[in-house]
């Protein structure tokens, strides 16, 4: 069995919001509760649930953005609770490529400057760059049908920018692609090309990849799917 990239074990963690004007009696915490989740090497895995189920807190947790109130959140070996802050942004991005749902472009970027941006922090993936000269920007644009690199991001069309934003998260072969509902602003037709295109480069660079939307149709791409309601138990409680 492949080893185990992301593991994650009896993780409980509450949004505990500051509301000035409420009583403390009157505030609300809102809690979730992640028994067990494994990514090993190479999954494809999709995770499907409405708004309000957890999806991004859960993704947050993954990639220590948020921390574990507790339990154990494993990625790629390091325990994200005894990491520093600074150490867990360098981890995140040696080993992610995360696509937004808004893909969050820099429109007074060009086209390759916005996808160089995804190894800015990473000398890790800087180096398998060098090694690799099929996975430079300008052969992941190509491979994704972008051919006018230097055009501004904001003159791009919807299914151009998620194009681009996918050639960011893959630059430099990062093991975990993290797709954050990044088809909800495309037609039918642009879903199904962004997904056949988003398995095949991630099959082609050995990616794992952790795909969520609320989307139960994109269901149909993936052999490992998860509700959200089976894997994260949540409630709002009264402190």
């Known amino acids: 069995m492949a080893d185990h990239l992301i593991q994650m074990k009896d993780v409980m963690f509450s949004w505990k919001p500051s ?51 507790s339990g154990q959140v494993t990625v790629d070996g390091h325990d994200l609770s005894r990491l520093t802050p600074q150490k867990r942004d360098l981890l995140r991005a040696d080993l992610m490529g995360i696509v937004f749902q808004q893909f969050n472009l820099l429109g007074y970027l060009s086209v390759i400057d916005n996808v160089r941006l995804g190894v800015y922090f990473s000398m890790v993936r800087k180096q398998r760059i060098m090694a690799h000269s099929d996975h430079t920007a300008e052969s992941l644009l190509n491979a994704l049908g972008i051919t006018d690199i230097h055009k501004m991001a904001r003159a791009l069309s919807v299914g151009q920018q998620q194009r681009v934003a996918l050639a960011r998260s893959l630059l430099g072969s990062p093991k975990i692609i ?7 602003a495309l037609d039918e037709e642009l879903k199904d090309d962004f997904m056949k295109i988003l398995l095949e480069q991630c099959d082609k660079q050995g990616a794992s990849l952790i795909f969520v939307s609320h989307n139960h149709s994109l269901a149909q791409y993936f052999e490992k799917k998860i509700a959200l309601k089976d894997l994260i138990s949540s409630k709002d409680d009264t402190i």
């Open 19 to 69: 509301r000035w004007w409420l009583s403390r009696e009157q505030q609300q915490t809102w809690q979730i509760h992640i028994p067990e989740f494994c990514c090993h090497s190479g999954d494809r895995i999709f995770l499907y649930g409405p708004s309000g189920s957890g999806k991004s807190t859960f993704l947050s947790l993954l990639s220590g953005i948020l921390l574990a109130d």
């Open 178 to 184: 993290l797709a954050d509902e990044p088809t909800s």
